[in-house]
């Protein structure tokens, strides 16, 4: 998924409480202001989190087992759920209470007893803030030209996926895409008609990447990079031979080019379930290495690392 594709999600307000009635209360206060989850502990409400990355999570302090504080703390500590804003619920109001909460990362409280105006406006000014701090986060991002995500953000999102995939064991796919001759292209059509290019080639790719937690981003010049979780090199290997028909599909004349007399890529896939002496570094690396195995055998083509193409060993 792009960054400029991310359709605007409704709001999704979290309520952790281990009291039904409290949640029934409060359920029926905020409904109108997004979609309403609930859970009755703190572990039930992490999991629920994870899952559905509320905007916003009203959370009970005082609660059986787990409280607030400790579910608060595990909040902050997930990059996954760092994002989510938290409004501390609770009996106690006294400023020493409330300052207690704030310091813990809340950026906010409700006293009980609930009072439906005061709840609905400070959820109602905290979900305005969380949706301008999510387009500030869009912007900081997003490639310029192309709208994908930047190397920046793709490099944190590799690291973060390379790790969870570490932990799960599951195989991850990353494929680096450049586009063929494209300074041959440039030279020949200008400036301006080479960015037309990348912005139409970013479209597929932005095609191919739109399942969750799939993601695209512009690596750097002609150079894109996607990242496909929890995928197969057989799997993978189709999609690479998919994206290399659509961007040569996408018809752009290249007279100059050596593969075709259009627009192609050249394509470098790796996909391998990441272990304790890997690096997310080194996956990208055989990835490269494979993508220059593609160019040497002739461009417009994939190639997935660990293999050796017939034209490469024909020299
Ligand atoms: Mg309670």
Same mark, same amino acid.
């Given at each position: 998924m792009?960054?400029?594709?991310?359709?605007k999600?409704p709001n999704?307000?979290?309520?952790i409480?281990d009291?039904?009635?409290?949640?029934?209360?409060l359920?029926?206060?905020v409904?109108?202001?997004g979609?309403?989850l !609930?859970?009755?502990?703190?572990?039930a409400g992490?999991?629920?989190?994870?899952?559905q990355? %509320? #905007?916003?999570?009203?959370?009970?302090?005082e609660m059986?087992?787990?409280d607030?504080f400790a579910?608060?703390?595990?909040?902050r500590?997930?990059p996954?759920?760092?994002s989510?804003?938290v409004?501390f619920v609770?009996?106690?109001s006294? %400023?020493?209470?409330?300052i207690?909460?704030?310091?813990?990362?809340? +950026?906010d !409280?409700? $006293?009980? $007893?609930l009072?439906?105006a005061? +709840?609905?406006?400070?959820?109602?000014?905290?979900?305005r803030l969380?949706?301008?701090?999510?387009?500030?986060d869009? &912007?900081?991002? #997003?490639?310029?030209?192309?709208?994908?995500?930047?190397r920046r953000? !793709?490099d944190? #999102?590799?690291?973060?996926?390379f790790?969870?995939?570490?932990r799960?064991?599951? $195989?991850?796919g990353?494929v680096l895409v450049d586009?063929?001759?494209f300074k &041959? !292209?440039?030279?020949?059509?200008?400036?301006?008609?080479?960015?037309?290019?990348?912005r139409?080639?970013?479209?597929?790719?932005q095609?191919?990447?739109?399942? $969750?937690?799939?993601?695209?981003?512009?690596y750097g010049?002609e150079?894109f990079v996607?990242l496909?979780?929890n +995928?197969? %090199?057989a799997?993978l &290997?189709?999609y690479g031979?998919?994206l290399?028909?659509r961007i040569?599909?996408?018809?752009?004349?290249?007279?100059?080019a050596s593969?075709?007399?259009h627009v192609?890529?050249?394509?470098g896939?790796?996909?391998?379930? %990441?272990t304790?002496?890997?690096?997310?570094a080194?996956?990208l690396?055989?990835?490269?290495?494979?993508?220059?195995?593609?160019k040497?055998?002739?461009?417009n083509r994939?190639v &997935?690392?660990g293999?050796?193409?017939?034209?490469?060993?024909t020299g």
């Amino acid at each position: 998924m792009t960054a400029a594709a991310l359709p605007k999600p409704p709001n999704t307000i979290l309520i952790i409480d281990d009291n039904p009635d409290t949640i029934r209360l409060l359920s029926a206060m905020v409904r109108e202001q997004g979609r309403v989850l !609930f859970a009755t502990s703190g572990a039930a409400g992490l999991e629920l989190a994870r899952m559905q990355r %509320p #905007q916003l999570i009203l959370l009970d302090v005082e609660m059986q087992g787990m409280d607030g504080f400790a579910v608060n703390e595990q909040i902050r500590e997930d990059p996954d759920l760092r994002s989510s804003a938290v409004i501390f619920v609770t009996a106690q109001s006294s %400023p020493e209470a409330e300052i207690a909460c704030l310091d813990a990362g809340a +950026v906010d !409280f409700i $006293p009980k $007893p609930l009072n439906a105006a005061v +709840v609905q406006a400070r959820v109602r000014n905290h979900l305005r803030l969380q949706s301008a701090l999510a387009a500030l986060d869009d &912007l900081a991002n #997003q490639d310029g030209l192309t709208g994908l995500y930047n190397r920046r953000y !793709f490099d944190r #999102q590799f690291a973060a996926e390379f790790a969870r995939h570490r932990r799960h064991q599951l $195989p991850l796919g990353v494929v680096l895409v450049d586009v063929d001759d494209f300074k &041959l !292209f440039n030279d020949r059509y200008g400036h301006q008609r080479g960015d037309a290019c990348l912005r139409e080639v970013s479209e597929a790719l932005q095609d191919g990447a739109r399942r $969750p937690g799939e993601l695209a981003a512009r690596y750097g010049g002609e150079e894109f990079v996607v990242l496909l979780p929890n +995928v197969t %090199p057989a799997t993978l &290997l189709q999609y690479g031979d998919w994206l290399c028909r659509r961007i040569a599909a996408l018809g752009i004349s290249h007279p100059s080019a050596s593969a075709a007399p259009h627009v192609t890529a050249s394509i470098g896939l790796c996909a391998r379930i %990441p272990t304790e002496g890997d690096s997310a570094a080194a996956m990208l690396h055989a990835a490269d290495m494979a993508l220059y195995s593609a160019k040497r055998a002739g461009r417009n083509r994939s190639v &997935l690392a660990g293999d050796t193409l017939p034209e490469m060993m024909t020299g």
